[in-house]
């Protein structure tokens, strides 16, 4: 059975770094798209940054600057690198990818910003 396995998440302080990892198990697939989504308490889910095909690249308006999104196709593994990080980047963070067609998701990881 193809999943996403997600880590990474935490609490941290405004203005600190966490990385997020998700990896493609049980697929002998390169995963074409992979990319993270959040929703924030009370909110409805967002893109945060996702990459496509040929490292085409999209980021969310209010993590341009701050996040890094970036893919090891040979692993099948998508990061996304948080710096800087704000309390309204407080979320339950949660990976996306499509291999061959399918479009998978992970369960999720709590990022919580507080200090």
């Known amino acids: 059975q193809v999943q996403l396995v997600e880590s990474g998440g935490g609490l941290v302080q405004p203005g600190g770094s966490l990385r997020l990892s998700c990896e493609v198990r049980g697929s002998i697939y390169s995963a074409n798209t992979m990319g993270w989504y959040r929703q924030p308490p009370g909110k409805e889910r967002e893109l945060v940054a996702i990459?496509?095909?040929?490292?085409?690249?999209r980021y969310g308006d209010s993590v341009l600057g701050r996040f890094t999104i970036s893919k090891d196709n040979a692993k099948n593994v998508v990061y996304l690198q948080m710096n800087n990080l704000k309390l309204e980047d407080t979320a339950v963070y949660y990976c996306?990818?499509?291999?061959?067609?399918?479009?998978?998701w992970g369960q999720g990881t709590q990022v919580t910003v507080s200090s």
């Open positions: 996306k990818a499509i291999v061959r067609g399918h479009e998978l």
């Open positions: 990459r496509g095909v040929g490292s085409n690249t």
